[in-house]
DNA sequence: AACCTTAATGCAATCGGTTGCTCACAGGTC
DNA sequence: GACCTGTGAGCAACCGATTGCATTAAGGTT
């Protein structure tokens, strides 16, 4: 391997005879520098294609500006949520100049702390994250703050500190969603959840449970079930639909789990929508390649993580004062598909 | 706000009233200094929890020794398939002490130039990509490899550069899953498939044509479509099934395009699999969460992006030469579900 | 001609950490 | 007591870019 060398400032300057010093002054355009002098160094820098070593630029004005890296942190990349939310803080920050470093915490607290320790070292200018599951201490977190590199929260927030969160309208989301199974003529509503220990699952109970008070009907405790993924939807569900008063609707937490129910319904024999209507939460890619369509709530991921970027990016700019924990919600929106039935 | 600042070793020196040089040498473990004061430097470090200023490490060492962040180009986050090679860089990445900085093409040559520049400009040590689809020059790819930058394809390579590249077993997966089908019934086998120009869409096609000929059957010109998304598929699927001699199978290109074959069969009133059986390619989320369920080509999105990982970092660290173009094959697997027919 | 501006440039310190070289001193040898 | 050896520590240069301050020379004023 021929060492190669990028071209640097030092030899510009010794090429054309000058000191860095002036080099880097007509590079910025400084009118200090006289205009022949100026115009010959950043004619010849732009031929010899000469550009700025950031990380050395960074160490210099380290003690004055924060770089130009945000650090995120995804539990799982595989995920359509997920990947949504990190298009949408890509974009965000691709805009306005920044780049992304990115980690996956795999939803184990020691990466989380790995990676947050990682990052600070790597200068971060501030570190987007969703919290793995299994975090309840967070002195990681602390530290970072402590350190002056500003935190925003996304989808898990960490409700024992007070930093920026960007987070969806659960509770809107779950009331319209209701709202409409309930309009569309449906009367005994399943709630397939997460734990009431997330925050997301309280918010859409809370929504769920309005909607349903709105119409005159009352929550009945054997339809809420704590249920959050496929395998346990295909368990569960069946169970519902054999009893003799069965629900003629779910709700549930995310897509997976309402196409478990909705498949369970078909292998019933159950029609959806009309013995069984069923409306998720999401509108992840899967919910148009399943018989029917799902009719689901619209996350927006993307506008979560631009959101997300846009708070971090102010702070950092100082466009929000660092003391601020903003909170923004992102608008949900109900779209409706095959599996509901019509007004 | 109240401007924090890194404990740095000049810190540490003032406190103990030592010279910054023998800290950087006891943090070091060296044996130069003698074993009181490398213990109690150390123990102070870690009590006030010093860390090393990554920036200022790769300064200094930047004539001698690579950055360990890796620079990853995906034209697309919210995409199965590139969200798992994500997930397996990550993964390989992390368990060798590097991270990786993203950034998204979008598809658009423009923005490809731009993140390869942007990426130069902050060292990385190297760069996995999967170029864009309007990309036809690759003068930004040779100034990386000019600039001693070593760059790993993933998916789609670039034929015009000799670079590492790692990609799936078309070819195999291709034949495999044509043979299932022959082997289970089918005779009128449709391939519906990408463009011609790109790599992977010949060699996909000769694995079909093989593993028709193999089975003593003959491709036929009105069976091979180019067809390589959920709409088109749609549109083109009903051509074909509504003609007297319909097709028996499908083969497509992804999992998108066969989910929409499917569900324009199941709309024709025709049973999948005994009247018409499909097969994709990918092995999407969404490939069990059709109904039926899909028979597909599982592509190991993870292990492509951890080899990918590998090679890029064997040439990093020097175990494999940088002009050594490595090009790695992952295997692929028949996943048989609900839309081909019993053996 | 002496003095003052002003413009153009360079010097040198700085950011935080690393490392070759030098130096001081302790201990051992003859 | 002179000389050698080895240990432990510090000085200073370096990585690449930035910037306050000093320096130089040219031109203008009286």
Do not use: W
């Not at 007070?162 to 309208?169: F, K, W, Y």
């Not at 699952?201 to 769920?208: A, D, F, V």
């Not at 993307?302 to 004062?321: H, M």
Request: proline share 3%.
């Amino acid at each position: 391997m021929e060492e190669f060398q990028a071209l640097t400032m030092k030899d510009i300057a010794a090429q054309l005879g000058v000191s860095v010093a002036t080099v880097s002054r007509a590079l910025k355009d400084s009118h200090n520098i006289s205009k022949e002098r100026r115009e010959m160094i950043q004619k010849y820098a732009r031929e010899h294609n000469y550009y700025p070593n950031v990380i050395a630029e960074q160490l210099r004005h380290s003690r004055k500006k924060p770089s130009q890296i945000i650090g995120v942190i995804i539990p799982e990349f595989v995920h359509y949520y997920f990947s949504s939310i990190l298009k949408g803080v890509e974009e965000e920050a691709s805009r306005r100049g920044y780049r992304i470093m990115v980690a996956q915490s795999g939803e184990t607290y020691e990466r989380e702390v790995e990676i947050c320790q990682s990052f600070m070292q790597n200068k971060v200018c501030g570190i987007i994250v969703s919290q793995a599951k299994d975090t309840n201490q967070y002195g990681h977190f602390e530290k970072l703050v402590e350190n002056g590199i500003p935190l925003v929260f996304y989808d898990r927030i960490c409700p024992a500190l007070n930093a920026s969160r960007v987070v969806v309208d659960d509770y809107q989301g779950a009331f319209n969603a209701v709202s409409h199974l309930v309009e569309t003529g449906c009367r005994r509503i399943a709630f397939f959840g997460a734990p009431m220990s997330l925050e997301i699952s309280q918010n859409r109970y809370n929504g769920y449970k309005d909607a349903l008070y709105k119409h005159g009907l009352t929550p009945e405790e054997e339809l809420t079930v704590i249920c959050d993924n496929y395998e346990d939807a295909r368990k569960r569900a069946p169970e519902l639909l054999r009893a003799d008063n069965r629900p003629d609707a779910f709700f549930t937490v995310n897509d997976d789990t309402a196409i478990g129910v909705l498949y369970s319904a078909k292998e019933l024999g159950l029609r959806v929508p009309d013995d069984v209507a069923v409306c998720g939460f999401g509108n992840d890619t899967h919910a148009v390649s399943c018989d029917p369509m799902l009719t689901t709530v619209e996350q927006r991921g993307v506008d979560v993580g631009r959101e997300a970027a846009t708070v971090l990016i102010d702070t950092v700019e100082g466009v929000l004062p660092i003391d601020h924990a903003a909170k923004r919600v992102v608008k949900t929106r109900l779209i409706v598909r095959g599996t509901t039935r019509e007004a």
